[in-house]
């Protein structure tokens, strides 16, 4: 009993002393092999205490191992981040120029109202000019073609002809459908046209009015004027004027007024 215990015991210390000397140089060999272990050993053998020798060598292998398992993440990450940083560069111009653009289209946005103002203002401006001029002007219809050849003075010829058929009329008791029209331009042809139901009314209400030179209905009342260049406009006119419209033609006349475009100088 007593020999299994020292066999034992010696075995233990054996083991311990391998372990405890893993990280330290071997012992000399003057040394004993059996002589009796130290205090220290004998600790160490009983596993309740590392030796401080021991402490230190491992927490020197760890710090080693963590330098260098950080030195090579940082060698390994180091292109990986300057990869990151020249995306992030980028991105942030890519930023700016979108911004950059976007200010851009807004200020030539801007710049696009402002001309298609001043292009329907300068177009009004034009017809108005246009028209006062044709104003000078008359159309005559009823002219056999090629008559004013040979004819330098259109009045002087004009006059000729009017006399000439006049006196041709009478003597022969046969009409020729002679026709003296206002010059106009295209477009106040067709204004006229989309107004000619409100002008149709004021006659029929005998309230006098004139044709402006941009082809606007033009009534004066009261000290006021009051003018319809539009369906829209056509109608508050005839509703200030307290002239009546049938439900047919208010309705008509609503449904023309979705394709009527707008004009600059409704009032």
């Known amino acids: 009993m007593g020999k299994s215990g020292v066999q034992k015991k010696k075995t233990a210390s054996v083991k311990s002393k391998s372990v405890a000397t893993f990280f330290r140089p071997e012992a000399s060999p003057s040394t004993p092999q059996n002589s009796p272990p130290k205090m220290a050993d004998a600790t160490e053998a009983s596993g309740h205490q590392d030796s401080p020798s021991s402490k230190r060598d491992i927490q020197l292998l760890k710090d080693d191992l963590q330098a260098f398992f950080k030195s090579s993440m940082t060698e390994l990450l180091q292109p990986v981040h300057n990869k990151l940083e020249e995306?992030?560069?980028?991105?942030?111009?890519?930023?700016?120029?979108?911004?950059?653009?976007?200010?851009?289209?807004?200020?030539?946005?801007?710049?696009?109202?402002?001309?298609?103002?001043?292009?329907?203002?300068?177009?009004?401006?034009?017809?108005?000019?246009?028209?006062?001029?044709?104003?000078?002007?008359?159309?005559?219809?009823?002219?056999?073609?090629?008559?004013?050849?040979?004819?330098?003075?259109?009045?002087?010829?004009?006059?000729?002809?009017?006399?000439?058929?006049?006196?041709?009329?009478?003597?022969?008791?046969?009409?020729?459908?002679?026709?003296?029209?206002?010059?106009?331009?295209?477009?106040?042809?067709?204004?006229?046209?989309?107004?000619?139901?409100?002008?149709?009314?004021?006659?029929?209400?005998?309230?006098r009015f004139r044709w402006s030179a941009t082809s606007s209905i033009t009534v004066y009342r009261e000290g006021s004027l009051l003018q319809a260049s539009t369906i829209q406009t056509g109608l508050l006119l005839l509703q200030k004027l307290k002239v009546p419209l049938t439900t047919e033609e208010t309705e008509a006349l609503q449904d023309a007024s979705c394709t009527d475009p707008p004009h600059p100088n409704d009032t």
């Open 87 to 207: 995306l992030t560069e980028g991105l942030g111009a890519a930023g700016r120029a979108a911004e950059s653009a976007l200010e851009m289209a807004e200020k030539v946005q801007t710049e696009v109202t402002t001309l298609k103002r001043a292009e329907a203002i300068m177009q009004t401006k034009i017809s108005n000019l246009e028209n006062r001029w044709r104003q000078l002007n008359l159309k005559f219809r009823g002219i056999s073609e090629g008559a004013e050849q040979g004819t330098k003075d259109l009045p002087t010829f004009i006059s000729r002809w009017l006399d000439k058929e006049l006196k041709s009329n009478e003597d022969t008791k046969s009409h020729v459908k002679i026709l003296v029209l206002l010059d106009l331009a295209p477009e106040a042809i067709e204004k006229r046209k989309l107004l000619k139901p409100f002008a149709d009314k004021l006659l029929e209400a005998k309230i």
